[in-house]
């Protein structure tokens, strides 16, 4: 089960290729600090080593590899979890260009595809905001099981579709949304391949789906009220403007944004009914598209498939960019077939002038991820009544000590709280009253600090912040039996909470309770050899870092060694390569 010389040569040569200009486009962007729930996917990855071996306790593989990232390199850089998303999206160009090949054998295709899947800045959001790797290692995973099922068409040797059942399996236990790859690759198996018939390989897709399905159902089945928080028709509905968002954004990627204030579709109106005719339109010119080139037809029908469980299924977000990295490998398939169909010289020409901006707004997309102030209030400048915007805007102006510019964007929040999507009201309501409460007491208004700490306490009575909030205000009052029973209520709900136990040690009076005293104090020990709040959850023995470090070094050793073949090999292949390209 291995690739014939010539083949394997050209797939080193274009995973050595997407690599280095995977980190050139994305190296500006590495530097960005962590965003949002960044920290805490980062926290929920996470390894135990017992007594009887390696436990996993998160069925995703996503937090697999955040686990190993943090066992090897102890320090919460972000710039280490963005340099393995980077080097996916590497990976899953090289998997794209390997699929590409094996559909059509042509390798003019293959690499003007997988690298407009490469540079394209629609998928910067999938590999800067290091929380969406879910996003791109599944879309990988996806990739790869497809090009294995063409392998085995093209070979008939069942060892390549144990290989796709295996990566279609760890692309579900990444994101449920792999659920899709079955039904793409019957697509697959229906448009290139005809020997043998559907009947025959039947079987095995039915396993794929099965094998499949039991991820996406224990995912989809704890998911609770989450697909629920809206009628479904008009979720559907709203679809149609938001792939022709996505289709926008696909061909002229120049305003990107990490929330977009889309509003749900209350009604069939003109504008709405012209959004799904322009969708459907170019549904229909995929159809089209396969009798006259079946590859671009497969790239159009490829984007709309990869789409179809976020547009089936009623997610509390809308719209969001991550949401197309698996889609933007049909439009670049498509688009490197409609390249192909010029004469040599103008396909070429086009590609360049193509890849060109995409390149450079890919570049310019990751530096605006360096400054999170900056960053959301590009959003607000465009979304200027956006309760998640604002509130966000507002943290970030709070952690730089801009209090009144704090102030001013968590009030204009709350002006628009209404606003919010039923899923997430009450979560913003919280953030925007954190945000307010600490200001005012940086301001000293402790009566509006209490409130806003007594809002929290009503909106979410198990939020920490809340108590955090009271306790705060009631030692700027001189109220220190309040505040003492506050943070003990706190450290109570979070044992593990060191700021919570530094806080209750402050209200205490050696003199008045020095039990009570010296207690606190053996906890605030133990909790300082503790793992930083990022790892707290990865629990890892020495032996273990070691064989994980040695595994990566030896890792690493073969990729050099890989390379070295590659280059040496390429000095033979690439003149052979460069004549078949240009048929």
């Known amino acids: 089960m291995t690739l014939v010389g010539g083949e394997a040569t050209a797939i080193r040569c274009f995973g050595v290729f997407a690599v280095t200009v995977a980190v050139l486009l994305y190296a500006v962007g590495l530097r960005a600090p962590f965003y949002l729930d960044d ?4 926290a929920n990855a996470r390894l135990t080593l017992g007594p009887r071996g390696l436990g996993l306790s998160s069925f995703r593989l996503n937090d697999q590899v955040d686990a190993i990232v943090q066992v090897v390199f102890p320090v ?3 710039v280490l979890f963005r340099l393995a998303n980077v080097l996916i999206h590497a990976a899953a160009a090289t998997a794209l260009f390997w699929l590409a090949f094996e559909l059509v054998k042509k390798w003019a295709i293959a690499w003007a595809a997988a690298t407009l899947f490469l540079v394209h800045p629609i998928q910067t959001q999938a590999v800067t905001y290091i929380a969406q790797r879910f996003e791109s290692q599944a879309t990988l995973l996806m990739l790869l099981s497809a090009a ?11 060892g390549w579709f144990v290989l796709s059942m295996i990566c279609g399996i760890a692309a579900a236990l990444t994101k449920e949304t792999a659920i899709i790859l079955p039904v793409w690759i019957l697509m697959i198996d229906a448009m290139f391949f005809s020997g043998g018939g559907i009947g025959k390989r039947a079987p095995y897709l039915v396993a794929l789906a099965i094998l499949l399905s039991a991820p996406a159902f224990i995912a989809f089945s704890a998911s609770g009220d989450t697909l629920l928080w809206i009628p479904w028709h008009r979720y559907f509905l709203t679809q149609g403007p938001v792939l022709a968002k996505y289709l926008q954004l696909v061909v ?3 305003h990107q944004f990490l929330f977009y204030d889309f509003p749900l579709v209350q009604g069939f109106s003109l504008v709405v009914l012209a959004k799904w005719m322009l969708v459907l339109a170019v549904l229909a010119f995929g159809f089209f598209c396969l009798r006259r080139d079946r590859v671009i037809g497969f790239g159009i029908l490829t984007f709309f498939t990869l789409l179809l469980p976020v547009t089936l299924l009623p997610l509390p977000n809308i719209l969001f960019e991550h949401r197309v990295y698996p889609a933007m490998a049909g439009v670049a398939l498509a688009a490197g077939a409609g390249l192909s169909q010029l004469p040599g010289r103008t396909g070429l ?15 310019h997309r990751n530096r605006e991820w360096t400054d999170p102030v900056r960053f959301f209030e590009a959003h607000r400048e465009r979304f200027p009544s956006d309760p998640i915007i604002l509130a966000n805007l507002g943290v970030e102006y709070a952690n730089r000590g801009m209090v009144d510019k704090a102030l001013e964007a968590s009030l204009t929040a709350r002006q628009f709280e209404d606003r919010a999507n039923r899923y997430y009201r009450k979560q913003v309501a919280v953030v925007i ?4 409460g600490f200001q005012y007491l940086q301001k000293r208004q402790l009566d509006d600090a209490v409130a806003e700490a007594q809002r929290i306490r009503t909106l979410d009575p198990a939020n920490a912040g809340g108590l955090m909030l009271l306790g705060e205000a009631q030692l700027a009052r001189n109220d220190r039996a309040g505040a003492r029973e506050t943070y003990q209520t706190m450290v109570n709900r979070e044992p593990q909470n060191r700021q919570a136990w530094v806080r209750l040690r402050n209200t205490l009076d050696p003199r008045e309770d020095p039990e009570r005293v010296r207690e606190v104090e053996r906890r605030l020990q133990e909790l300082a050899g503790a793992p930083p709040p990022l790892r707290a959850r990865l629990q890892i023995s020495p032996v273990y870092r070691m064989q994980v470090s040695i595994g990566l070094a030896v890792l690493a050793l073969l990729i050099v060694l890989a390379v ?3 280059l040496h090999d390429a000095r033979h292949s690439i003149p052979g390569l460069l004549a078949a390209t240009s048929r």
Not at 39 to 42: A, I, Q
Not at 148 to 158: E, I, P, T
């Open 148 to 158: 294995a099922y063409a392998r085995f068409r093209n070979r008939d040797r069942r």
């Open 433 to 436: 009253a954190t945000t307010l």
């Open 349 to 363: 020409a086009l590609f360049l002038l193509a890849v060109a901006p995409l390149q450079y707004r890919t570049m």
């Open 76 to 78: 919460a850089d972000p």
């Open 39 to 42: 920290p805490e996917v980062l």
């Open 252 to 254: 002229w990627p120049s």
């Open 564 to 566: 070295a073949r590659t």
